[in-house]
């Protein structure tokens, strides 16, 4: 077709379906990946006010509070699942028919 083919020096069209997202493995390796570089750079940075100072306190510190960036991060990022639309939704039986609500044995 002409669309697949632009003539020569045309910029090609963009395909209809957009890349896809990373695979679950992406993600965890980003996670780990985010979580380490920040302890590693917030505990570097406490371990270079601990010999600019010359006490022994901001290394532990500047650890955990790496970690707690790290965390707000990913979680910022990568969130949870998206709110499902099937919210307001009420249950029917396979035919349409409302379903009727669950009770405990002996409750009607």
Do not use: C, H
């Amino acid at each position: 077709m002409a669309e697949d083919n632009p003539t020569r020096g045309d910029a090609r069209p963009r395909p209809v379906n957009p890349a896809r997202g990373g695979s679950g493995t992406d993600t965890g390796w980003s996670v780990i990946g985010t979580m380490l570089s920040g302890m590693a750079i917030w505990g570097g940075a406490g371990w270079l006010l601990d010999q600019w100072l010359g006490i022994r306190v901001f290394v532990p510190v500047g650890i955990i509070l790496g970690m707690a960036v790290s965390i707000y991060m990913v979680v910022v990022k990568y969130g949870g699942p998206p709110p499902t639309s099937e919210a307001g939704r009420t249950r029917t039986s396979p035919g349409g028919r409302r379903s009727r609500p669950r009770t405990q044995k002996g409750q009607r």
